[in-house]
């Protein structure tokens, strides 16, 4: 009951966010849903946790849009993760690097960089 009135963007999202997280919530109130939008969010004992969020229009029987009902999920864990995964990659003593789907390096770690001679910045700059 104590979130209930309060202004959720306002009270509960990180200053770096609430522009975002606003748009979001602004999309699904003119009926265009969001899926697996990533943000912080405040627990009442001012932890910082990760969500997951599905925004989704909220209608009365009539069709006419009432509200948002956001569905969240916490992915705290999942990047924590992945940030210790990216921190083994990077530091592991074999040249590791990543190609998207049009052939751009999106992962060059620490020792492709030793080995090859190009900073990451290099890489990524190179159309």
């Known amino acids: 009951e104590q979130v209930i009135g309060q202004d959720f963007v306002r009270e509960f999202i990180t200053d770096d966010f609430k522009t975002a ?5 602004d999309k699904a109130l003119h009926g265009k849903e969001t899926a697996n939008f990533e943000f912080p969010l405040i627990t009442i004992e001012g932890d910082r946790i990760d969500v997951l969020l599905n925004a989704t229009t909220r209608r009365d029987e009539y069709g006419n849009i009432i509200g948002v009902v956001g ?3 916490d992915n705290t864990e999942r990047l924590a993760k992945v940030r210790e995964s990216i921190k083994l990659i990077d530091n592991v003593n074999a040249p590791i690097f990543g190609v998207d789907i049009r052939g ?7 020792c492709a960089i030793r080995l090859f001679g190009f900073s990451r910045e290099e890489i990524f700059m190179q159309e």
């Not at 751009?104 to 620490?110: A, L």
């Open 21 to 25: 997280v606003k748009n979001v919530l």
């Open 71 to 73: 569905i969240g999920q």
């Open 104 to 110: 751009r390096v999106n992962m060059w770690n620490q």
